[in-house]
């Protein structure tokens, strides 16, 4: 997701000599003064538009600053992680209104021949968010593991949990169908008391996102109401640095 923000030179064809001589420069200081509101203004967005976002999420926004020779400051969202899946990734759907792309957790539920092809994980009535509105990464990983997602269902667990887990009264998480529901289930309480909450269901239709992410929307309207100011100013105060020669 990228915007490029440049100025339209034509109108300064017949200028002087000396506003000529200026206008690369003064043009350069416009767009990245341009640019850098923009992504305030996107990341002032974010915040209203998602639920707590990340660090990286918030931070995903950057800027190529424009050069007197380019002549145009590029705004984009990060395509890039260290860890995880890329900002310019998981944002598309809020800005596109596209389908959502598969989880990992999803890909590796189906590798372990848990998940059904065709059909993708939503969260279930009993499944705990954090503040992001997302099941913790943590919370993933102990459900691979116990669902046997992993080589060892067990391979974190203390001795103590080992033993519970052969006289079947282990509280975690299992795939199965449940009334009819297919999905991600816990088990919770011992013996008489023990139920089930469903945590993650199976659906057949992929899940979709809206458009609520108005990111080429905020840029354009930006550009368009402050490059004629900031490119006035930046000219102005290009001109009377050259007097001062």
């Given amino acids: 997701m990228t915007v490029n923000v440049s100025i339209d030179t034509s109108a300064?064809?017949?200028?002087?000599?000396?506003?000529?001589?200026q206008?690369?420069?003064?043009?350069?200081v416009a767009l990245n003064n341009v640019a850098f509101r923009i992504r305030?203004?996107?990341r002032s967005a974010m915040g209203r538009v998602f639920m707590n976002p990340v660090k990286l999420t918030l931070n995903s926004v950057l800027i190529d600053k424009a050069t007197k020779r380019s002549g145009r400051a590029?705004?984009?969202i990060r395509d890039h992680a260290t860890k995880g899946t890329a900002p310019s990734k998981y944002l598309a759907p809020a800005v596109f209104g596209t389908s959502r792309n598969e989880k990992r957790f999803e890909r590796a539920l189906r590798f372990a021949g848990l998940l059904p092809a065709g059909m993708y994980a939503v969260h279930g009535e009993m499944a705990r968010l954090n503040k992001h509105g997302n099941i913790s990464a943590g919370t993933y990983n102990k459900i691979l593991s116990q669902v046997r997602a992993n080589s060892d269902s067990t391979q974190n667990a203390t001795d103590s949990q080992r033993s519970k887990s052969k006289r079947g009264i282990?509280?975690?998480y299992f795939v199965g169908k449940i009334e009819g529901t297919l999905g991600v289930w816990k088990r919770v309480g011992y013996k008489r008391r023990r139920s089930v909450q469903p945590i993650l269901i199976f659906v057949k239709k992929k899940p979709e996102y809206r458009k609520r992410f108005p990111f080429f929307q905020i840029a354009e309207g930006i550009a368009r109401k402050h490059i004629p100011i900031e490119l006035e100013?930046?000219?102005?105060r290009a001109l009377a640095t050259a007097k001062r020669r």
């Fill in 12 to 21: 300064f064809d017949s200028a002087s000599a000396e506003l000529q001589r």
């Fill in 23 to 28: 206008l690369p420069y003064a043009g350069s």
């Fill in 40 to 42: 305030g203004e996107e």
């Fill in 74 to 76: 590029k705004v984009y």
């Fill in 170 to 172: 282990t509280k975690g």
């Fill in 233 to 236: 100013k930046a000219m102005e």
